[in-house]
C-alpha cells in the first residue's frame, strides 16, 4: 500500500502541526488506520488510531494533545499535534493497522516533525 504523509516540519515547543495522509489504494473507512513515529536512536511506537465507526484511542503521552481524524470524502487522514514537546521529534507515519515491524509494507514513507526552540 502506497501511503503518503505530508505536513511535517520545523515547529517551536508549545507550537502546533497538522500532518495528512493520502492514498489512493485503499479507502481509510474501511480499515484501522494508525499513526507511529520513531525519534531517532528509539524505536517505532504507536500514537493513535481510528476504527472505521471512527472511535480512536492514544497513546498517553500524546492523549490531548494529538488528535487523529479522517475526512471520508477526501479519503485523508489527519494527525493534529498540539502543544509540541522536544521529546515529539521523529518520523511520523501513518500506516493500516499497527504492525510495528520495522519493514512493514502498509506504512508510508514518513514527515518528519522537529521540535526545537
Known amino acids: 500500500v502506497h501511503l503518503v504523509e505530508s505536513g511535517g516540519g520545523l515547529v517551536q515547543p508549545g507550537g502546533s502541526l497538522t500532518l495528512s495522509c493520502t492514498t489512493s489504494e485503499l479507502t481509510f473507512t474501511n480499515y484501522y488506520m494508525t499513526w507511529v513515529r520513531q525519534a531517532p536512536g528509539k524505536e517505532l511506537e504507536w500514537l493513535a488510531g481510528i476504527w472505521s465507526d471512527a472511535s480512536t484511542a492514544y497513546r498517553n503521552s500524546v492523549e490531548g494533545r494529538f488528535t487523529i481524524s479522517r475526512d471520508d470524502v477526501k479519503n485523508t487522514l489527519y494527525l493534529q499535534l498540539n502543544s509540541l514537546k522536544t521529546e515529539d521529534t521523529a518520523m511520523y507515519y501513518c500506516?493500516?493497522?499497527?504492525?510495528?515491524?520495522?519493514?512493514?509494507?502498509?506504512r508510508g514513507q514518513g514527515t518528519q516533525v522537529t521540535v526545537s526552540s
Open positions: 500506516q493500516k493497522g499497527d504492525n510495528l515491524a520495522e519493514n512493514y509494507e502498509a
